[in-house]
């Protein structure tokens, strides 16, 4: 019997690497396109010799993979295509804000016109296009928890927002593209995944960063601002879990936007007393001066995701990062 496939871009990252690895499991053949610049091969490495996951190293990016990336689609002709592949990590966004806005956004916009080329050569080639935008897009919510309705915007003034600029411009191009090709598309704005094998630099995000660095000795370990800043955080087998019961639920709604994390919120500080905590370190901090255009909170409303999946118990924040350490 022959394996209904799916291409997942990023695949070799965080979160595309667990979404691999969920689909290999449940007997889907899976491509990954990755350019390895956060992503690595260990990553999939197993899922590469266990279940044959056909890895291709291209940079979305580059116009010159438009041709290329639509051979492959026409190759496999997946019934999904799910788009992770982008610049992410907080500090890219204040160091390097010029090539995350053109890199995000190209990349979307390439992935798009190689999918409307396979389309051209293939007419029966008709995928469920997943964007994987971001919470960020809410930028300081108006309301708390936000719903999808919600406004987005950008601040042209904080380079912060180079990030949610791509994402929002890369929703549109999703959209448009999926109504000229006939193709349903779901985008999911999603709220601080974190987990194992999560990035642990500054350039990651803030568990696996204060994992490592109270790990490395730092005491008192180091915060942005007062720590008051609140976020809400999901693990990645929940992440992957409300994604995967989503996409392949009978009540799925496409053409839409879904909020996906945890409804918990928890403060910067509280978060850092529970890693210090169990890393058998008495809580103690030093508070730096806050970056520039920082959200002070952040966490979704859910209702709209659990109409379609039904309830769910989230792992314990403390158990998740118990996990990590």
């Not at 720590?227 to 496409?254: A, M, P, Q, W, Y």
């Not at 210090?276 to 901090?285: H, R, S, V």
């Not at 002070?296 to 859910?302: A, G, H, K």
Request: hydrophobic share 40%.
């Amino acid at each position: 019997m022959e394996k209904d496939y799916v291409i997942i871009t990023g695949g070799a990252g965080f979160i595309g690497s667990y979404m691999a690895k969920w689909y290999c499991e449940n007997n889907f053949g899976v491509v990954v396109i990755d350019n390895l610049f956060r992503g690595s091969l260990n990553n999939i490495n197993p899922l590469i010799n266990d279940y044959g996951l056909v890895f291709e190293k291209y940079d979305l990016a580059d116009y010159e993979n438009i041709g290329p990336i639509s051979e492959l689609i026409v190759k496999y002709k997946p019934i999904q295509i799910l788009h992770y592949a982008a610049i992410n990590g907080t500090q890219y966004f204040y160091d390097r804000p010029q090539q995350v806005v053109e890199v995000n956004s190209v990349a979307t916009l390439y992935l798009l016109k190689a999918l409307s080329a396979a389309k051209g050569l293939d007419n029966r080639i008709s995928p469920l296009i997943l964007f994987a935008s971001t919470s960020e897009n809410y930028c300081e919510p108006f309301n708390v928890p936000t719903k999808e309705t919600d406004l987005t915007y950008f601040r042209i003034e904080q380079n912060r927002d180079s990030y949610a600029v791509a994402k929002m411009v890369s929703e549109f191009y999703v959209k448009l593209y999926c109504q000229q090709l006939h193709l349903q598309w779901i985008v999911l704005r999603i709220f601080n995944v974190y987990g194992p094998k999560m990035i642990g630099t500054k350039y990651g995000q803030v568990i696996p960063e204060f994992v490592a660095r109270v790990k490395d000795g730092e005491y008192p370990l180091k915060i942005f601002g007062n720590g008051k800043h609140t976020r809400s955080f999901i693990h990645i087998d929940d992440h992957v879990e409300l994604t995967t019961r989503l996409v392949f639920s009978e009540k799925l709604v496409t053409n839409t936007v879904y909020n996906l994390g945890n409804d918990y919120e928890i403060s910067i500080l509280d978060v850092g007393k529970i890693v210090m905590n169990l890393c058998g370190k008495e809580p103690k901090f030093e508070f730096l001066e806050e970056r520039e255009g920082d959200h002070l909170r952040r966490s979704p409303d859910l209702n709209k995701v659990f109409s379609v999946i039904g309830n769910y118990d989230f792992i314990d924040l403390q158990e998740g990062i118990s996990t990590m350490i």
